[in-house]
T-cell receptor, first 118, second 114 residues
Framework: AQKITQTQPGMFVQEKEAVTLDCTYDTSDQSYGLFWYKQPSSGEMIFLIYQGSYDEQNATEGRYSLNFQKARKSANLVISASQLGDSAMYFC???????????????FGRGTSLIVHP | DGGITQSPKYLFRKEGQNVTLSCEQNLNHDAMYWYRQDPGQGLRLIYYSQIVNDFQKGDIAEGYSVSREKKESFPLTVTSAQKNPTAFYLCASQSVGTAQETQYFGPGTRLLVL
């Protein structure tokens, strides 16, 4: 079973509009972290935002915010005031500690392609 | 400048040939990771290392090998046993600790089979 599910293969948004990219996750851990990354056509993975499982407030970083609903196991990314440069692939990722102990191991979703048009 | 470098940017492999992808970081991070990215499949973990001279298999380690002789370096060898190596390979590093630690990625290497 997938641990990270991104149900939207592609999304379109008009410039200056807000857009929400969906992410649901599956874990039995109490302590985990949720991340969003942006991957432009160049291929580089750019960290956008982080949400800890114990954080009570939704994370925000500039135009990015994370709508964290723990009971629903969802961690949607909201981009406000979209810009043409936001066109890229967006990946949701979860980091949880393996049952055997050790460091947190990340799992990535399949991504959502966002196209911002003028 | 601190960061992660990967080389080469593009790599061509002939049938039956082993090739090695370089990954170097100067962030003083303990953990390093190798991912493979295919279209529509996101990132899949190949190998990771949390400390020098130690590494663990990820989800798709077959046909790959790694070494971690230095903290700064984590090269990945794609062996001839890997039958479908054409993909985009990303290296990442992070400090070992809590879930909050962010992974930083290199620019990637595109491997193509001739």
């Amino acid at each position: 079973a997938q641990k990270i599910t991104q149900t939207q293969p592609g999304m379109f948004v008009q410039e200056k509009e807000a857009v929400t990219l969906d992410c649901t996750y599956d874990t039995s851990d109490q302590s985990y972290g949720l991340f969003w990354y942006k991957q432009p056509s160049s291929g580089e993975m750019i960290f956008l935002i982080y949400q800890g499982s114990y954080d009570e407030q939704n994370a925000t970083e500039g135009r990015y915010s994370l709508n964290f609903q723990k009971a629903r196991k969802s961690a949607n990314l909201v981009i406000s005031a979209s810009q043409l440069g936001d066109s890229a692939m967006y990946f949701c990722a979860m980091r949880e500690r393996p049952a055997s102990g050790g460091s947190y191991i990340p799992t990535f979703g399949r991504g959502t392609s966002l196209i911002v048009h003028p | 400048d601190g960061g992660i470098t990967q080389s080469p940017k593009y790599l061509f492999r002939k049938e039956g040939q082993n090739v090695t992808l370089s990954c170097e970081q100067n962030l003083n991070h303990d953990a390093m990771y190798w991912y493979r990215q295919d279209p529509g499949q996101g990132l899949r973990l190949i190998y990771y290392s949390q400390i020098v001279n130690d590494f663990q298999k990820g989800d798709i380690a077959e046909g790959y090998s790694v070494s971690r002789e230095k903290k700064e370096s984590f090269p990945l060898t794609v062996t001839s046993a890997q039958k479908n190596p054409t993909a985009f390979y990303l290296c990442a590093s992070q400090s070992v600790g809590t879930a909050q630690e962010t992974q930083y990625f290199g620019p990637g290497t595109r491997l193509l089979v001739l």
